[in-house]
């Protein structure tokens, strides 16, 4: 089982940056990927980020070249920097992350509680 847990968010003006963070803690065989989800206002939730236990990164195209997502694998962190924000990336940000169990080669899906991202013009 994991927790997982974000921080960083807050309010910023158009231009800006901020950098998220999320903490998974707990004991799990292994952590297949880690990614960065989003839910804007009266929208559904869409991938921000994605990076996989190899190291390949995959961004939505509504934000590459702005947002860099990394991990600290030693310390099951990963990070989500954004720079050049716009007020369209206002959202609730939603860490995820995968797990798999050795025994039966099952995944598991845990999610974070969302951290508040809000961008103004």
């Known amino acids: 089982q994991l927790q997982v847990v974000e921080s960083g968010g807050g309010l910023v003006q158009a231009g800006g940056s901020l950098r998220l963070s999320c903490v998974a803690s707990g004991s799990v065989d292994i952590i297949r990927a880690m990614a960065w989800y989003r839910q804007p206002p009266g929208k559904q939730r869409e991938l921000v980020a994605s990076i996989i236990s190899g190291g390949r990164t995959n961004y939505a195209d509504s934000v590459k070249g702005r947002f860099t997502i990394s991990r600290d694998i030693a310390k099951n962190t990963v990070y989500l920097q954004m720079n050049s924000l716009r007020p369209e990336d206002t959202a609730v940000y939603y860490c995820?992350?995968?797990?798999?169990?050795?025994?039966?080669?099952?995944?598991?899906?845990?999610w974070g509680q969302g951290t508040q991202v809000t961008v103004s013009s």
């Open positions: 995820y992350v995968e797990s798999l169990d050795y025994s039966d080669y099952e995944t598991e899906d845990y």
